[in-house]
């Protein structure tokens, strides 16, 4: 049987509640997850306006599953963001739709991307964080006022 004078020498010391033994050792006294937690905080809308890139869940084309990827923000409403995903595979540069992005070290990207032509609305609350801003000629090149050749 365990005494209170051995459980001071292992260091646990422990209590009797409502029948049940509880040790109270240095576990016990550790935060738990849930407390260490960092609240997540929605992106401000005014640091989201047209060019600036983040990063978003955004979902497969068959609908099933998600990716998060680097986006172009095109648009941001109270509660909704239009975006443009961004990708970095080589199969998709020789397909139709994608525009290159040139100055992408400008962007804080760490790789050359291409933007999809086709927008995604999502939820604001589904950004994950703000990485960077588009040049003037990328901008312009998404908005279809200048072509950039790879």
Same mark, same amino acid.
């Given at each position: 049987?365990?005494?209170? /004078?051995? /459980?001071?020498?292992?260091?646990?010391? *422990?209590?009797?509640?409502?029948?049940?033994?509880?040790?109270?050792? *240095?576990?016990?006294?550790?935060? *738990? /997850?849930?407390?260490?937690?960092?609240?997540?905080?929605?992106?401000?809308?005014?640091?989201?306006?047209?060019?600036?890139?983040?990063?978003?869940?955004?979902?497969? =084309? =068959?609908?099933?599953?998600?990716?998060?990827?680097?986006? #172009? #923000?095109?648009?941001?409403?109270?509660?909704? #963001?239009?975006?443009?995903?961004?990708?970095? *595979?080589? @199969?998709?540069?020789? @397909?139709?739709?994608?525009? +290159?992005?040139? %100055?992408?070290?400008? /962007?804080?990207?760490?790789?050359?991307?291409?933007?999809?032509?086709? +927008?995604?609305?999502?939820?604001?609350?589904?950004?994950? !964080? !703000?990485?960077?801003?588009?040049? =003037? @000629? %990328?901008?312009?090149?998404?908005?279809? %006022?200048?072509? !950039?050749? +790879?």
């Amino acid at each position: 049987m365990r005494t209170a /004078a051995t /459980a001071q020498l292992s260091g646990k010391a *422990s209590h009797r509640c409502e029948g049940r033994r509880r040790h109270v050792g *240095s576990w016990a006294t550790k935060p *738990s /997850a849930a407390a260490t937690l960092v609240q997540a905080r929605p992106i401000a809308r005014n640091s989201l306006y047209e060019g600036v890139v983040v990063y978003a869940p955004i979902a497969f =084309d =068959d609908g099933v599953g998600s990716k998060t990827r680097p986006c #172009v #923000v095109l648009n941001c409403t109270q509660h909704e #963001v239009t975006v443009l995903p961004l990708t970095t *595979s080589k @199969r998709d540069l020789a @397909r139709a739709g994608w525009i +290159p992005l040139v %100055d992408w070290v400008a /962007a804080n990207l760490s790789r050359p991307c291409r933007a999809k032509s086709i +927008p995604v609305v999502i939820e604001r609350r589904e950004l994950i !964080v !703000v990485i960077g801003e588009l040049s =003037d @000629r %990328d901008r312009r090149a998404i908005a279809g %006022d200048e072509l !950039v050749l +790879p």
